[in-house]
């Protein structure tokens, strides 16, 4: 079965943030993380128009360090535990 949990943001820049990282079965021994953000930023259409870049290049990048850190970890621990190596996709 898919497994999840949810980030909500209480208190911040955004109007409203939800971040929910899905857990999704692949085969046997697999799985695919699946990451689904949904955010309003202040102040209507005049912040989304503002803003709308600049969160999108942030979000890029935060996502390309957390898969290189991922992917760091899951090779090491494939290698600590001498099994084969995993593979990470976008």
């Given at each position: 079965p898919e497994r999840q949990f949810v980030d909500y943001q209480v208190k911040g820049p955004f109007k409203?943030?939800?971040?929910?990282h899905r857990f999704?079965?692949?085969g046997d021994t697999g799985s695919y993380l699946e990451d689904v953000i949904q955010y309003e930023v202040p102040f209507?259409?005049?912040g989304r128009r503002l803003t709308h870049w600049l969160i999108e290049r942030k979000l890029v990048r935060l996502f390309d360090?957390?898969?290189s850190?991922?992917?760091h970890t899951m090779l090491a621990e494939a290698t600590r535990a001498g099994t084969t190596p995993a593979t990470?996709?976008?």
């Open positions: 409203s943030w939800r971040h929910t999704i079965p692949d209507g259409d005049l360090y957390r898969h850190v991922t992917l990470l996709t976008e």
